[in-house]
């Protein structure tokens, strides 16, 4: 973990409600895709932990959906902006398991991680199958991008205003060789029932701190309770204990 202080370069919208977000500064405490970082903004007291969508040597980009104050927060700032930012946060996505044909799975907010994650596994040669999942296509972003790295995408909406109708788990009858998925937690357990391979889970939580001194959001798995913050977010589909 380190704390840097990172400009905002641009802050643009994706669409209605969510918006991209090009910080530049110092970025090398981000190693791996997967991870967060957590952002103080001026008059709230936690910081918000926000996703790595993409780092490219000193840029960072990351996109947020607008839900509360601290993402309205966000959304006004202006290019030149300086945010003091707590970075590398996180285990981030082991890309060794990966096998040849790895399918990565996002929803709505849970889409920018993996955008990272299918560059690192691309390099690598592998054959990156991408399924995004949205509530209606006015919310669909990111798409081209994906395709523009060479991924194979598949879109779901589930009132079928565009793509395959319905959700991710609508799309998954592709061949694979493992997973990585991110989205909300409904989400993650409709996947982790259907998925015939072993996968890799990260978790939307509250945090207080960001990097496991609070305790605050603890979850339960087959080895005992692990922060998020710290020991995730990600989490292997075999230790996970879903709660009802």
């Known amino acids: 973990m380190k704390q840097v202080l990172l400009t905002v370069k641009e802050n643009i919208p994706l669409t209605e409600n969510v918006y991209k977000m090009t910080l530049c500064g110092d970025c090398s405490d981000i190693t791996a895709s997967g991870q967060f970082v957590n952002i103080k903004l001026d008059g709230l007291f936690l910081r918000r932990p926000i996703s790595v969508c993409d780092r490219d040597g ?4 990351i996109i947020y959906k607008v839900v509360g104050k601290g993402t309205q927060a966000m959304k006004e700032l202006e290019n030149g902006a300086v945010l003091d930012v707590l970075t590398g946060l996180g285990n981030g996505y082991d890309l060794e398991k990966s096998g040849s044909s790895p399918l990565l799975i996002g929803g709505g907010v849970g889409v920018p991680p ?13 054959r990156v199958s991408v399924v995004l999942g949205f509530n209606t296509k006015s919310e669909v972003f990111y798409e081209n991008e994906f395709k ?10 589930v009132d079928g205003s565009y793509g395959v109708k319905g959700f991710v788990t609508n799309a ?4 694979y060789t493992y997973f990585y998925c991110c989205g909300p937690e409904p989400m993650l357990k409709a996947v982790y029932k259907i998925s015939n391979t072993s996968g890799q889970f990260s978790f939307e939580e509250r945090m207080g701190c960001g990097f496991g001194a609070c305790m605050g959001c603890s979850c339960k798995t087959i080895t005992g309770y692990k922060r998020i913050c710290k020991d995730g977010p990600v989490l292997e589909k075999e230790e996970i204990l879903w709660e009802d």
């Not at 000193?58 to 980009?61: C, E, H, I, P, S």
């Not at 998954?172 to 061949?175: F, T």
């Open 58 to 61: 000193d840029t960072l980009t």
């Open 114 to 126: 993996m955008y990272l994650l299918a560059k690192k596994l691309l390099e690598q040669g592998k």
């Open 148 to 157: 523009a790295l060479g991924c194979d995408v598949t879109v779901t909406t």
């Open 172 to 175: 998954m009858d592709k061949d």
